[in-house]
């Protein structure tokens, strides 16, 4: 299925486009090198690889972040400084550095590791049961060539008094070699018409603050930043905040109305 055989199905829009104007944009899309189709149970093992891989860009992005913290620096000039005064050797103060560096370094992976393991233990361990079996949640994969190469999934929100009204978004992710083609762009307009079929008035999703290509993306695409919080104690130690972002839908009356 091609983006523009997703028009009135799973395409999305951004807010400051009405769904006219998203039928034009899928139109010039139809010849895009990939198309988005609903998650088969075939395709899990290179989801899980596209996912896991996903994840090996940030420690390095986060390693960086971590070292430039004030608290960091006080910690790798003071401990050393410190071993010094008291024992007068430089090596010891080296040794020292080094073993800082290590564990700073080791720090940096815990956080994507440690969300890696939990989403692979609880709703990416079996997609079609957790994304396929109510009314509400999806799971897509943007395909090229015959390779499972993007995706994205949704859930109502677990507030049981605003799961009519909210719509959640997970793991988008996109394999690197095929970033700049305007998958992860074509796949939230998915997420987005999706919502809007089925009557949802936003679209909620959580990013942290160092995916900054996500944060341009959706911001591009209309999404409003609502707040920040810790997803775990070692993305707070690592100084990580989470940005919650909302995207507010159009009422199916005002979308009449723009047509």
Not at 53 to 75: C, G, M, S, Y
Not at 191 to 201: I, N, T
């Amino acid at each position: 299925m091609t983006a523009q055989g997703l028009l009135g199905r799973c395409a999305g829009t951004p807010h400051s486009l009405s769904f006219v104007d998203f039928e034009v944009q899928a139109k010039q899309n139809s010849m895009a090198p990939y198309h988005i189709r609903k998650y088969r149970e075939s395709d899990r093992t290179q989801v899980v690889d596209v996912f896991s891989q996903a994840f090996e860009e940030f420690p390095p992005l986060t390693f960086r972040h971590i070292l430039k913290l004030p608290r960091t620096l006080v910690l790798l000039l003071g401990v050393p400084f410190a071993l010094f005064l008291v024992s007068g050797s430089w090596l010891l103060a080296l040794v020292a550095s080094l073993t800082l560096l290590t564990a700073l370094r080791f720090l940096s992976k815990c956080p994507w590791t440690e969300f890696r393991v939990v989403s692979l233990r609880t709703d990416m361990s079996d997609i079609t049961k957790f994304y396929l079996s109510e009314p509400g949640s999806c799971f897509w994969v943007a395909e090229a060539e015959g390779q499972v190469v993007g995706m994205v999934g949704v859930l109502p929100v677990e507030e049981r008094p605003l799961r009519k009204e909210r719509l959640e978004l997970f793991h988008l992710c996109v394999a690197l070699e095929h970033r700049g083609q305007g998958i992860a762009k074509a796949l939230v307009r998915t997420v987005l018409q999706f919502a809007h079929d089925q009557g949802y008035s936003q679209v909620i999703l959580s990013t942290s603050v160092l995916q900054h290509s996500a944060l341009a993306l959706y911001q591009r695409m209309g999404f409003q930043e609502s707040h920040q919080f810790f997803f775990r104690p070692s993305w707070r130690l690592a100084d990580i905040p989470s940005v919650v972002f909302v995207y507010h839908l159009p009422s199916a009356q005002a979308s009449q109305a723009q047509e």
